[in-house]
């Protein structure tokens, strides 16, 4: 990691040293297991032929690789422009040499496959270093290709959803979970990367490092989340120093230079407006007639733009004006399209991309061969397709991200213990302590249950023949029934579970200790749990040996035992 070794900032206890990263194995996990993944996605991913005329190309790695050639719609001026202000940010957060030979050689051309993020409190979640090892992972596959390319993470610094980015959770002892919410706020909706940290933040940055110990990887969190210091910086110099040894590329995206470069976009969304919606609104149809949703909501006075009013981020509406020049609306006021054109050039600054243009917005900057998503960005490329079309020519590919839920050695052996899979626990921590305890009933119990189940099926199968013969209607009937008697059974089997957890009160720690660690509020762990958690663990060497299971045959959840 680059971190070098002295007391942490706040006097965190030295957590006990581990003996190196114990040895990893993955087992890939279908998303058609996991709760609530999208049909889009899912189809992305496994039946790719159902959706290609979504996309601009296959999602796996050897036809994107030898497919995409290095965009040439990137200038040299523009490239030059870019990498300056890609190298003065970088040197800012304390930039490895090895970042700023990456930055040096996409000044002289080399391609680049970028990924991007939230910037979330303390790194945010587990998720955020899996995105920058899939780009690291992807430059080095187009490298072995022969395609020259940097790996480059956005920090999507002008999102305006504090509420979404300022709390993590980090696992603590005796498998709880405790949560870290900043209570730094600024302007309602104002673009976050720009929001300072206040007193407040030290007090929790000092929970933390009490939680993750004296380590490396605490001692950057400590010198980077300080009062004065804004979110983007904070999360930037964070990063800086988790992957200095790897060369990773850090683009701060709410910088008024890129702001500059980025205008002449910004004005052809406005000209183009209105048959940008009119191809997003007429795209969003064909996703509904092929079984798919609209990813992103358009409606027929969308833009693609927000504006700052007041300090906040709103978006600018496009308003008919009777067979006239369209008028725009940012809040209630009106502007002239000649107008709001004035103000983009005058200062860019003051305007940024929605979610269907950012990407189109990060390939003008970028020489972009590939965008490393995760299941939303996947879907909603479905709909950035047209806007690629429309304002850069072609559509650049976008592949799913690295996801890996850790099951660390305690948490295994009692998933061992008692015989679980990781979608037994999809479900919430209620129906685990019921499995849990029907798992343990006795033998004697779990016998005459399994013997009352069989005995139930046999008899049934036996009546269903001879009412078959007797009147074929009869065969739902004996469906029906088959079912309430399943169910009655099933249902005692539960009463007798709860039974159990009421007696054995470690059942339902386990089964909270189980959820904590794996499916906190039933989401998957890498939602949730922060990174940096598994680095102060772990130490450096977990990054690379977690880069070495960065897996591009497998497109679906990796479940990795430690």
């Known amino acids: 990691m680059g971190i070098a070794q002295h007391e942490s900032c706040f ?13 990893m194995t993955s087992q890939c996990l279908p998303f058609s297991q996991i709760p609530h993944t999208t049909k889009l996605f899912s189809d992305y991913i496994s039946d790719f032929q159902k959706v290609a005329r979504f996309y601009s190309s296959s999602p796996y790695e050897k036809e994107w690789v030898r497919t995409r050639a290095v965009p ?40 680049a496959v970028v990924t991007g993020q939230q910037v979330g409190l303390f790194g945010g979640p587990a998720f955020s270093i899996y995105k920058a090892l899939s780009a690291l992972r992807l430059a080095q596959q187009a490298r072995e290709a022969g395609v020259e390319a940097v790996p480059i993470f956005w920090l999507a610094t002008t999102d305006h959803d504090l509420a979404e980015i300022n ?23 104002a673009p976050v990367g720009k929001i300072v940290l206040q007193e407040e933040i030290q007090a929790l940055v000092e929970a933390a490092a009490e939680l993750l110990g004296d380590t490396d990887v605490t001692t950057a969190l400590c010198e980077s989340y300080r009062p004065g210091v804004t979110l983007g910086d904070a999360y930037g110099h964070l990063f800086t120093r988790v992957f200095s040894d790897w060369g990773l ?29 009119a191809q997003l609104l007429k795209r969003g149809k064909e996703l509904e007639t092929a079984g798919y949703h609209q990813q992103v909501k358009v409606t027929p006075s969308s833009t ?25 609306l940012i809040e209630d006021e009106r502007v002239s399209r000649e107008n709001l054109l004035e103000r983009i050039s005058a ?45 850069l020519g072609d559509a650049t590919p976008i592949l ?77 009937s004996t469906k029906q029934a088959a079912n309430k008697m399943k169910y009655q059974l099933k249902r005692l089997r539960g009463r ?34 922060a990174g940096i958690y598994f680095l102060a663990r772990y130490g450096s060497e977990f990054l690379q040996k977690l880069y070495d299971q960065v897996n591009t045959d497998c497109l679906d959840h990796q479940v990795i035992t430690l």
Not at 11 to 23: H, I, M, N, Q, Y
Not at 365 to 388: S, W
Not at 450 to 462: G, Y
Not at 519 to 529: F, I, Y
Request: net charge negative; with cysteine.
């Open 11 to 23: 006097g965190a206890a030295r957590r006990e040293e581990l003996p190196g990263v114990p040895p």
């Open 72 to 111: 040439e719609r990137l200038d040299p001026v523009r490239r030059g422009r870019v990498t300056d202000a890609l190298e003065r940010q970088n040197r800012i957060w304390g930039a490895s040499g090895r970042t700023l030979e990456n930055i040096a050689k996409l000044r002289r051309g080399a391609a």
């Open 167 to 189: 709390h993590v959770s980090i696992p603590g002892p005796q498998g709880t979970l405790r949560k870290f919410a900043s209570e730094t706020s600024g302007t309602l909706n």
């Open 249 to 277: 590329v850090l683009l701060d995206a709410d910088d008024p230079d890129l702001h500059a470069i980025a205008a002449p976009i910004y004005r052809t969304a406005i000209e183009k407006s209105a048959d940008l919606d």
């Open 304 to 328: 693609l733009l927000f504006s700052l009013h007041g300090g906040a981020r709103v978006p600018i509406h496009r308003r008919p004006n009777g067979g006239r020049e369209p008028e725009f």
């Open 347 to 391: 200062a860019p600054e003051e305007f940024s991309a929605n979610v269907l243009l950012r990407p189109v917005i990060q390939d003008y900057l970028l020489p972009t061969i590939a965008y490393i998503g995760g299941a939303a960005e996947v879907a909603y490329f479905a709909q950035v397709d047209v806007v690629y079309r429309a304002l």
């Open 400 to 476: 799913p991200r690295f996801s890996a839920t850790i099951i660390e050695p305690k948490v295994g052996k009692m998933m061992e213990r008692y015989g679980l899979s990781l979608p037994e626990l999809f479900h919430g921590i209620e129906p685990l302590r019921e499995t849990l305890a029907i798992k343990t009933l006795p033998d004697g119990v779990q016998g005459a249950f399994d013997q009352a189940d069989q005995a139930v099926a046999k008899s049934l199968a036996a009546v269903s023949e001879h009412l078959e013969k007797l009147d074929k209607t009869l065969s739902d």
């Open 496 to 529: 007798a579970a709860r039974a159990k957890l009421a007696r054995e009160e470690i059942l339902g720690r386990h089964a909270e200790i189980l959820i904590n660690a794996l499916c906190p509020e039933k989401a998957l762990q890498e939602r949730e749990v």
